[in-house]
């Protein structure tokens, strides 16, 4: 089973060593590392221990396991920075950016020393790309309700690629990676379109423990933390549950200060600022909606200010 770019990483590996002008001799005399084995590691003959990387990157002064993990086949790219990746084109509605990276799972796929030499890992990659065009279907279409929705049946067949016998009502049981949980979070706001939003909450109270254990491990889950805990609040607001509302809002705005990102932090406050008007808590309501519109405007995204502002003016209240 391949999986790393050894000869790469080996030929990458030796000129840093050169660039530190140290012999073969001089790495196994200072740090222990025999001239047999990192002669292999150069000739892209082995995959190295974690503790032979950790002792080369205290004498080359590199993160040489940082190094190593980008010597991994494009394959891997299915994790990565994927969540960073997806958001900036869907936020930047860039769709031509989706068929590029469609058309590069293609490539890796159909080219032989990229493609996957192992099942598990070949279905990952498809799986991915089953995401990608699934967030590109779902948003270049009207946003309205559609019952039996087509894509409902294409993120199943999708989440099946790695779980064989992958059901809903088994979500429970199984272990999610971020793909899964991505293309779960697509289901769940699928349904909440369809108004069922019931089965919505109660998929999305699964995936909120799993990705929270997934988080404790993995920082790159916080994204998912957000969309779960936004799709949350939601579902409680349609269903005037707005106490629930401000609850939800309440975490993600814990979580957000907690880690420091503030990325998302304005769509918690306008949240919460509309469930403390229909809750009568008028004054409370304007302090919040008016600390979302300066958050925003500092942050540069003057535009979704100013249509903050319009929805509060037009349907609850005037904002000076």
Excluded: W
Excluded at 87 to 116: G, W
Excluded at 157 to 186: C, G, H, K, P
Excluded at 227 to 240: G, L, S, T, V
């Amino acid at each position: 089973m391949k999986l790393y770019h050894l000869d790469q990483f080996g030929a990458e590996l030796r000129k840093i060593r050169m660039d530190c002008n140290l012999s073969q001799s001089e790495v196994y005399k200072t740090i222990g590392v025999s001239e047999d084995t990192l002669r292999r590691i150069e000739h892209g003959l082995v995959i190295p221990r974690l503790d032979t990387l950790e002792y080369l990157s205290a004498l080359y002064k590199l993160d040489i396991a940082t190094l190593f993990l980008k010597s991994r086949l494009g394959h891997h790219y299915v994790h990565g920075d994927i969540a960073e990746t997806l958001n900036t084109m869907i936020y930047n509605n860039n769709f031509q950016e989706l068929e590029l990276v469609i058309t590069a799972i293609k490539h890796t796929v159909e080219n032989e020393n990229d493609r996957p030499t192992d099942q598990l890992f070949l279905n990952k990659l498809l799986q991915f790309k089953s995401l990608v065009e699934i967030i590109r279907e779902f948003n270049t279409r009207p946003s309205s309700a559609v019952e039996n929705d087509p894509l409902t049946e294409k993120i199943i067949v999708a989440l099946r690629l790695t779980i064989n016998d992958f059901n809903i009502d088994n979500l429970e049981s199984y272990i999610l990676n971020f793909i899964e949980i991505r293309l779960m979070i697509i289901y769940c706001v699928i349904q909440r379109i369809n108004n069922h939003f019931d089965n919505a909450l109660e998929v999305l109270s699964i995936l909120l423990a799993k990705t929270t254990l997934k988080f404790e491990y993995e920082r790159n889950y916080l994204d998912l933390l957000f969309k779960i805990h936004f799709n949350i609040a939601y579902c409680y607001h349609r269903q005037d549950m707005h106490e629930k509302v401000i609850s939800a809002s309440n975490d993600a705005l814990k979580l957000s200060q907690s880690m420091g990102d503030y990325s998302l932090m304005h769509a918690f406050l306008f949240r919460k600022s509309v469930a403390l008007f229909h809750l009568n808590r008028i004054d409370e309501s304007a302090e919040i909606i008016k600390e979302c519109i300066i958050m925003l405007k500092i942050m540069g995204n003057t535009n979704l200010a100013d249509q903050y502002k319009k929805v509060f003016n037009d349907m609850y209240f005037p904002i000076e």
